[in-house]
Each structure stands twice: as C-alpha cells, then as structure tokens.
C-alpha cells in the first residue's frame, strides 16, 4: 500500500508534476477546442446532406453516407496514425507539411465529424413533418425552412448527446500523444520516466476528470430540463 | 361563364398514393369572395384535395388554374404561388420554438422581405383583429387550442392571401373552443376572402358557404348551394351521410 501511494500520490511528486502536466494540459484544451469547432461545423452540412431531397442529390447522400460509415468505425489511434506518418510520406502539396498538432487536429475532426453527423441527423428527423410543411405552406424555401423552423428544433433536442459526445473528445485529445504531440499524458510520461514515480499520471488524470465533470453536470442538467418541460406539456 | 373567369378552376384532378385512388377526376370551380366547404367522411379526399391546391401534394392528372395560372403544369414558381394561397391546418403547426410574433413575421419577413418594423407592425394589426394582441411575446404552448388555431389563421393572413384553404381548422379543438375559431372564418368570410373549407361543422358551413360540395370515395358526387344540399340531397350517399351527421349532434 506504502509502494502504491508513493508511485501514484506522494504529495511532492504530485505538486511537482502540476506545471509540467499543465504544459502539456494546454494542448489536450487546444485541440479539444479546435476540433470541437471544426466538428460542429462539419457534421452540419454532412447532416443536412445526408437530408437533401431529390433524385439528383443521391451521389452527395450516397458520399456522405460512406463518409460516416467509414469513420465511425475506423479508430481514432488508426486514423492518427494515417494521418500524421502516411500523409507527409506521400509528399503532397498542402496536406504533407503540417505540423503533428495540425495532423492531431485533423484525425480528431475525421472520426468525430461521423459521430457528430448521426446525432444531428436524428435531430433533424425528430422534428415531425408537419413542420417544414407549414413552413412550405407560407412560401419559404427549403432552405428557409431548414435554417428558420427545422434546424433550430433540431439543435435543441440533440444539445445533450452532442455534449456527451464532446466528452468523448476531451479524452480522445489524449490518443494524439501516440503521433508525438506533446500533450498531458506525454508529459505525465516524461515525469515518471525522469522520477520513476507515477504521479504524473494521476495528475494528468484529475486535470481530464477535472474538465469533463461540469461538462457531465451540464449534459445531465439539460436533460432534466427537458424531461421537466416534456412532462409539463404531457399534463 | 367560361372556365378561365373562375378564380380556381379545377378539372378532372386524380391523385393516387401508391394503389389507392384518393381523387378522381375532380371538377370545382371557386370565384372571388365565394366560400365553399367540403364535406363528407374522413377519408374522402377533403384534405387531399386542399393540399393539391397549393402543390404540398402533386396532382396525377387533371389542372388546377388559380388566379388565370396553371400550377400543374410544372412550370409554376411553387414558392410564389403559396405565398398567396394561405392554408391553416388542423393541428395548428404553429412553430414551438417561437412566439406568436415571431410565428406570425417569419414569413412575411423571408419570403417576401418586408423589415422587421413592417412585419411586426402588420402582425400587431392582426393580432388585434384576433384580440390576442397581449399574447404578442408567449410562446404557442401557453395558449389555448382555440388561441393557437387564431394565431395560425393570422399567420397565413400575413402573407395577405387571395385564396384560404382551412383544413378541418377545428376538429382537433374542445367543444368550447370552437365558437371562437368560427367567429374569425366568419369576420373573413364577411370581408370578402375567397376560401375553400373542409369541415364537419355542418350548420357553420350551411351558414357562410357559398357552395357546398359532398365528397364521397374520391368524388365529388354532389354539390350545390347549402340549402339544396343540407335540406334537399339529391344523391342517397348524401342523405345518408347528414342522417348520421344529425345523429351525433352536428347540425
């Protein structure tokens, strides 16, 4: 037991690893943000993609469709992997020469896009038709009624999933530690190989824990409200 | 008169989902300020045919022409035409996330790009004329039934229409509601508007219609003016139809 505290939590090691996992904490925040941004973005347009109506659009649909199948399958160690040492040996143009930070950011966006698109897309089809049908009814466009009446209920509903989602993020930032980004868990590794102590894990640990938690309180606190409401509306 | 000086002129309209025959060969003809209600059984092809009128459903065969256009002809800017043709349907629709303000400008505001003062100031108007102008900045779920189906009938007013098309606008209201919602169809009725009305309000429709037409299986077997039909039916469907209507209290 001795052992165990002093490898994981003796209060020296502990305090001394704080600035150093910080260090490396910023850049787990930093891709987390970006990739967040980039994800909220991109899965968008896939959903309304994916929703597009008409016969001509079906190549569009049948491409985003593979997109998400693919990626939500593929690993996210696979993806980064791929990305940071496959796509600079192809020696091309733009996409070779990133740093590994950019290529982080890449892989995390790839895999959490084709999450992100199905929990839009299931907001887009909880909204029932009789929606976009009153809207149409007035002469607005399908565009019109997509921005003003369908996304806007859409949103709303799937803001729970899309944070619980995000909490899978936050962690995965740790997963681009593999490609040589010097993150949290890299610097938690640093400091137990210079100490042969453990505790820079345990610090890496609590700060990860520490961003996820409200995150966690928010999601549940959403979901209360909504259930208040949905009840409210039942009686 | 020829059919080109009828406001709506619909002829030979036939509408299928999959195998089943919704409309066949339906012929209606509406002039400027006339009212004409549609009556018969759930299923007969009231809704449908309504919503053929403003292109929320293709027609199979047949032309609809309104205002001298022909919109069946798959050249009409569908956008254009609704904005003139007003629908309110039975569950309202009203969008939830928004207030009756916001409900009632959205429309004026995007499709025809009036100024948020200018919507709003047209939309305080209506809602005067609803008397729910206090009700302005509540959300439709605070309100009544009643209330919502006159902040949906404003809605479509916004748009200014030429044409109303009210799809059993109070079936899905309490009893007591429903007085309310009528009283509005009859201050528009009074103003001229020019509407087509599905309904099973029989002494409503027998009290503003202009025409009334039976619809029975798809077809409009009968139609007249609401004294002929409610006292003096021609065809038996008819007669049997207002027997069971008279039977459950509702004309």
């Known amino acids: ?235 | 008169m020829t059919e080109t000086d009828h406001f709506v002129a619909v002829s030979g309209v036939t509408k299928r989902f999959g195998d089943n025959l919704v409309l066949r060969e339906i012929d209606l003809t509406v002039d400027l300020h006339q009212v004409v209600c549609l009556i018969g059984a759930s299923g007969s092809g009231k809704s449908t045919l309504l919503r053929c009128l403003n292109l929320l459903e293709r027609v199979d065969d047949g032309t609809i022409r309104i205002d001298g256009q022909t919109i069946t002809n798959g050249e009409v800017d569908v956008n254009a035409l609704r904005q003139k043709i007003g629908i309110v349907f039975q569950a309202f629709n009203l969008f939830p996330h928004m207030t009756v303000m916001q409900n009632i400008t959205l429309a004026p505001r995007k499709a025809r790009g009036l100024s948020k003062a200018q919507a709003e100031s047209a939309a305080r108007e209506l809602l005067d004329r609803i008397g729910l102008l206090d009700k302005a900045d509540e959300f439709p779920d605070r309100l009544s039934g009643g209330q919502q189906q006159r902040v949906a009938i404003a809605r479509a007013l916004a748009m200014s229409p030429t044409l109303m098309l009210l799809d059993e606008i109070t079936s899905a209201l309490d009893p007591q509601l429903v007085g309310e919602v009528l009283n509005l169809v009859r201050q528009l009725a009074e103003t001229g508007m020019t509407m087509i009305l599905a309904t099973h309000e029989m002494s409503f429709a027998r009290e503003v219609a202009d025409k009334v037409c039976f619809l029975d299986g798809g077809v409009i077997l009968e139609h007249g003016p609401p004294d002929q039909i409610f006292s003096a039916p021609r065809e038996e469907r008819t007669r049997e139809f207002l027997a069971r209507i008279i039977e459950v209290g509702r004309l």
């Open chain 1, 1 to 235: 037991m001795g052992k165990f505290l002093h490898a994981f939590f003796s209060p020296l090691d502990l305090r001394r690893a704080v600035p150093q996992v910080w260090d490396g904490f910023q850049t787990n925040i930093k891709l987390m943000v970006i990739a967040e941004l980039l994800v909220l973005f991109f899965a968008l347009v896939l959903a309304i993609v994916r929703g597009l109506p008409g016969r001509s659009t079906l190549p569009l649909r049948a491409l985003a469709i593979a997109y998400t199948d693919f990626f939500r399958g593929t690993p996210l160690i696979l993806v980064a992997y791929v990305a940071a040492l496959g796509l600079p040996s192809l020696g091309l143009a733009v996409v070779s020469y990133q740093s590994l930070f950019t290529h982080g950011i890449l892989s995390l966006t790839l895999v959490y896009t084709a999450y992100v698109t199905e929990v839009y897309r299931a907001g887009i089809e909880s909204v029932h038709p009789s929606q976009p049908m009153a809207a149409r009814s007035l002469g607005l466009t399908y565009s019109q009624t997509l921005r003003y009446v369908v996304l806007p209920q859409a949103i709303r509903r799937v803001v729970p999933p899309l944070l619980n989602d995000f909490i899978g993020l936050q962690k995965d930032t740790a997963i681009i530690t593999v490609i040589g980004v010097t993150e949290a868990l890299a610097q938690a590794g640093f400091y137990s190989n210079d100490f042969f102590v453990y505790a820079g894990y345990s610090v890496a640990a609590l700060f990860f824990v520490i961003l996820t938690i409200p995150f966690a309180r928010f999601t549940d606190h959403l979901i209360k409200e909504r259930e208040k409401r949905e009840r409210a509306q039942l009686v």
